[in-house]
């Protein structure tokens, strides 16, 4: 384990307040899906799960067909798709329109791709302002930190640390109660959306056959950030395309309900292209960037690659006996809990924190309660697996380094060498055979054996050539 | 361009070709209760008022919106089925815009925004809102309050029957937005505030 990762771990581990914070908020959110799934509420829960998952995986095993489709309807209603491999790419292509538009204000609505690639520090550096509009994201940002829950960004700040933070960056009175902190932040983002050049927005779904992106939120602002501003940026991980949008009507009903127990979020919007003719409203310009970021490198495994079918409901994060105790923070990347410990190694490589995927009791709460049936605790144990064998691998590795080593060593002394050279040359059978694989037992063991085996060298001549130079 | 890089990636890693057919999707899975209208009145108003919005019904709109908006700034919506109730023409209420400027800085004062609705959701309490020249997208989101009014015809059961009946919303519109009672928020510990962005009250009047 990094020392890092363990000490984020006690860190959390021996702060009380943090402890009862995430313990309750996730306890909550835990409590309201299961009301929300029951039986008696929601029958076919069970059949949903199964044609979400089923849907997912068709798509994934033809996402080019899909991204293709979905690129061909987008820019049929006057949009724009645009692909991008890395946050640099992103950053580029933003800020490339931003200039072009004379841009400085961005408002954006709350999206974990854009975190993924540190999108407003990069943007920050070049001088524009993105503002994150959600008010956990808000608060979040405001503190110059991380999401600490896919869904609950700003679940590890009290009523008075948000205080604190408003105090500090919004230079406003010191205000205690939570609905008059709502009220601050609404006036300020108010007049943020109303100014702004650009928005920037997430998704949850890119429709293929609409050319749409469908945002599902409980605040507004991402209506807002997709309304107001003229211009209109989606950035999406390429994994989220669906077929149709009539597949929302399953994806929908179990999203709400996995993320926070509501049977729909407040707002769900499904936007296609900028306004058309007649519109009153909406914007001028609609852009989709695809992102992949790493994504290509979980498809060829065809069982890890359900990574790519989670919709961010966080639902896994409250079930997790280890997420409710180490928190959001204590995860190496944006994103936490089983689903973070999935995807985190497959994204940046085992090697990155090969603890994670130990960091589980794999009681599989996580994949019961998956939407979409991610086999979780399965990846976790794929993933186990793989960081032993990349473990081996480096072991492998330094007994070859050190064995090099020594022969460097002994290349660069002459005398040494020659020595090295005649003993050798005496250990070679009479009868001019294979005689490097035959070492005599003290050197004929385990890695050496197994490094012989398939090398050998040519029978020595009877005078070496240093001896013979010495000799002309 | 990294489009061709990444759609080559792909198809390498799940092994496909350029151009190449999809398999058959799973058949879409769409199954729509029969309800009648009653039931979905009911099932609208419960579930309205659960998330703290309110519903009626009424053969009256246009007095029930009067005294609601009494003294208070109002902006309207072009749906023609407005102006049949008689409220666009109710007093304070402000209607016809077509100018998205003129729109932003109305909806930005006003205290109420007034809208019809494409169609509602009996089994969620939503309501559907098409953008068009008729419905703008911020009336029902800049202003604190909110109320639609709503012709009973147009309740459908859910999700499942308006995915029957628009297959594919953006051949209609570039924006469909359900929206399921007011603006929430929980993200300061996990305390229940109305109205963080969009309307904190909402009032769904079925006719």
Redesign the interface.
């Known amino acids: 384990m990094s020392a890092e990762f363990d000490q984020k771990i006690h860190t959390t581990l021996s702060d009380a307040n943090l402890q009862l914070a995430i313990y309750t908020a996730t306890g909550r959110l835990k409590e309201k899906r299961v009301e929300s799934v029951a039986p008696g509420v929601l029958p076919d829960y069970q059949e949903l799960r199964a044609q979400a998952h089923a849907i997912k995986k068709h798509s994934i095993e033809n996402l080019d067909h899909y991204l293709e489709e979905f690129e061909r309807n987008v820019e049929a209603r006057g949009g724009k798709v645009v692909y991008c491999k890395d946050g640099t790419e992103v950053a580029d292509f933003v800020l490339g329109l931003a200039k072009e538009r004379g841009a400085r204000l961005i408002v954006k609505s709350k999206s974990m791709t854009t975190e993924e690639v540190d999108l407003n520090e990069r943007l920050e550096h070049h001088g524009l302002e993105p503002v994150e509009t959600d008010l956990g994201e808000y608060i979040v940002q405001l503190a110059h930190e991380r999401p600490y829950h896919i869904v609950a960004p700003a679940l590890h700040k009290t009523r008075y640390d948000v205080a604190e933070i408003f105090t500090r960056r919004l230079h406003v009175a010191n205000e205690i109660v939570i609905e008059k902190q709502t009220a601050i932040a609404r006036s300020v983002l108010r007049q943020k959306f109303l100014a702004a050049d650009i928005g920037i927005s997430g998704a949850n779904f890119l429709v293929a056959d609409s050319g749409a992106v469908v945002i599902v939120e409980n605040e507004g602002n991402a209506r807002l950030t997709t309304t107001a501003p003229k211009v209109h940026i989606t950035v999406a991980g390429i994994e989220k395309v669906i077929p149709r949008a009539q597949d929302l009507a399953t994806f929908l009903k179990l999203l709400a309900r996995s993320a926070t127990g509501q049977l729909l979020s407040v707002y769900t919007s499904l936007l296609a292209g900028p306004r058309r003719p007649g519109e009153i409203d909406g914007p001028d310009e609609f852009y989709v960037v695809l992102l992949d970021n790493g994504r290509t490198k979980l498809l060829p495994d065809r069982s890890k690659r359900q990574s790519l079918y989670c919709i961010r409901c966080g639902a896994c994060l409250n079930a997790c006996p280890v997420y409710r105790k180490i928190g959001g923070h204590s995860f190496p990347w944006v994103y936490s809990g089983p689903i973070g410990a999935i995807i985190t190694p497959q994204f940046m490589g085992v090697a990155h924190e090969p603890s994670l995927p130990f960091a589980s009791s794999l009681c599989g709460a996580c994949g019961e309660v998956c939407p979409v049936k991610i086999d979780i605790p399965k990846i976790l144990l794929e993933l186990r697996s793989d960081v032993k064998k990349s473990e081996t691998r480096e072991k492998q590795n330094r007994l070859e380094r050190l064995a090099f080593r020594v022969f460097a060593w002994l290349m660069t002394h002459p005398r040494l060498y020659e020595l090295a050279g005649r003993m050798g040359a005496g250990m070679a059978p009479a009868d001019g055979g294979s005689w490097i694989r035959n070492l005599p037992s003290p050197m004929n063991i385990g890695p050496v054996r197994a490094w012989l085996s398939q090398r050998d060298l040519p029978p020595p001549p009877a005078q070496s050539f240093r001896e013979m130079w010495r000799r002309r | ?3 061709d ?3 080559h ?3 390498t ?2 092994g ?1 070709s ?1 151009g ?4 058959d ?2 058949p ?4 729509i209760p029969e309800v009648d209208m009653e039931s979905r009145i009911a099932s609208m108003i419960a ?1 309205i008022e659960a998330l703290a919005g309110k519903a009626c019904r009424s053969a009256e709109p246009c007095a029930l919106v009067a005294a609601a908006i009494a003294g208070k700034k109002a902006v309207a919506s ?1 749906a023609p089925y407005l102006s049949e109730c008689g409220i666009t023409a109710l007093p304070g209420v402000r209607s016809g ?4 400027d003129e ?2 800085e109305v909806c ?1 004062a006003a205290d109420v925004g007034i809208t019809s609705a494409d169609y509602a959701l009996a ?2 309490g ?1 309501l559907v809102m098409l ?3 008729q419905e ?3 009336i029902s ?1 800049l202003p604190p309050s909110h109320i639609a009014v709503v012709p009973r015809e147009r309740i459908l059961t859910g ?2 029957e ?3 009946v ?6 209609r ?19 229940l ?1 109305r ?5 904190g009250q909402i009032t769904v009047i079925m006719v």
Do not use: K, W
Not at chain 2, 195 to 199: F, L, W
């Open positions: 361009m990294s489009r890089n990444i759609l990636r792909i198809r890693a799940i496909r350029a190449q057919a999809a398999a999707p799973p879409v899975r769409l199954r579930r072009n815009i077509t100018d998205r729109l932003r930005a089994d969620t939503s953008s068009s020249p703008a997208r911020l989101l999700l499942d308006l995915f029957t628009l297959p594919n919303p953006a051949v519109t570039s924006s469909m937005v359900l929206i399921t009672g007011p603006s929430r928020t929980a993200d300061i510990e996990q305390i505030v109205g963080v962005h969009g309307p």
